[in-house]
T-cell receptor
Framework: DAKTTQPPSMDCAEGRAANLPCNHS???????VYWYRQIHSQGPQYIIH???NNETNEMASLIITEDRKSSTLILPHATLRDTAVYYC??????????FGSGTQLTVLP | GAGVSQSPRYKVAKRGQDVALRCDPI?????LFWYQQALGQGPEFLTY????????KSGLPSDRFFAERPEGSVSTLKIQRTQQEDSAVYLC?????????????FGEGSWLTVV
């Protein structure tokens, strides 16, 4: 599976959009971009995934660049409850998820 | 239930003791996974079942770790002769097949502390 690079930490003001970047320059054509988050003391929570088109659901939007070498997870109106570690994972299948260190997002009041 | 259920939620074991961790996947999910998460790190894959068949156990750290899913639903992760380095959160997950890619859902985890 392709490796990903994420900033170790980010801050965001409550009510503002949180934009979390992820670089995956070695992604191959059949690999998806998955985003999970983990709130302290809980199991990882699925957020969204995509192949090459931008995706949106009730939680977030996923923007994937045309060359697929990077992506951005957007939380449109961050709340304090969105404080968590966010993992960007690139894989051909959810059977083969390799979690890195993720980005610690802190939403500030 | 609606989600992946794990028990016990917390377990303290004395070094050398055997432990068993249970996972109830989401109803109807054929695929089941176990992950291990050490403090401050991301989850690491241990093993994968499709129904009752254990298709991948490449992540099990030693032969003291054993997982089973005899009837293709509930799974048990057993750790024999626990060591301090086994202290971690053990996460169970199950998977639904979607139209594009697939989605894995995690339980809350079983927190194991070996003293």
């Amino acid at each position: 599976d392709a490796k990903t690079t994420q900033p170790p930490s980010m801050d965001c003001a409550e009510g503002r959009a949180a934009n979390l970047p992820c670089n995956h320059s070695t992604i191959s054509g059949n690999e998806y971009v998955y985003w999970y988050r983990q709130i302290h003391s809980q199991g990882p929570q699925y957020i969204i995934h995509g192949l090459k088109n931008n995706e949106t659901n009730e939680m977030a939007s996923l923007i994937i660049t045309e060359d697929r070498k990077s992506s951005t997870l957007i939380l449109p109106h961050a709340t304090l409850r969105d404080t968590a570690v966010y993992y960007c994972i690139v894989s051909g299948s959810a059977r083969q998820l390799t979690f890195g260190s993720g980005t610690q997002l802190t939403v500030l009041p | 239930g609606a989600g992946v259920s794990q028990s016990p939620r917390y377990k303290v074991a004395k070094r050398g003791q055997d432990v068993a961790l249970r996972c109830d996947p989401i109803s109807g999910h054929v695929s089941l996974f176990w992950y291990q998460q050490a403090l401050g790190q991301g989850p690491e894959f241990l093993t994968y079942f499709q129904n009752e068949a254990q298709l991948d156990k490449s992540g099990l750290p030693s032969d003291r770790f054993f997982a089973e899913r005899p009837e293709g639903s509930v799974s048990t992760l057993k750790i024999q002769r626990t060591q301090q380095e086994d202290s971690a959160v053990y996460l169970c997950a199950s998977m639904v097949e979607g139209n594009s890619g697939n989605t894995i859902y995690f339980g809350e985890g079983s927190w194991l502390t070996v003293v």
